[in-house]
């Protein structure tokens, strides 16, 4: 365990960061599991622009590399885009 004032505040705040981490990096990956379960188009579409912003709000706070939210958002549109394409 450590025993300066400064090392124990790190753990504290570690333990906080950590667990906020979890939290919006699962909420956003069910976020995307229910975007990817959706059929229709135009709900998907609506949906899009909030999941894209959850996965930004990831990387920009480290919990994700860029390059990953980069791709999450790519394969995603591509879907969306998909079933836009096969309804019409």
Known sequence: ?????????????????????????KTTRNAIRDLKAIKEPKTAGAKMPEIASLIDRLAKKGVIHKNKAANLKSKLTRGVNKLAAVKA
């Open 1 to 25: 365990m450590a025993n300066h004032r400064a090392t124990k505040k790190d753990v504290r705040k570690a333990s906080k960061r950590r667990d906020s981490n979890r939290y919006y990096g």
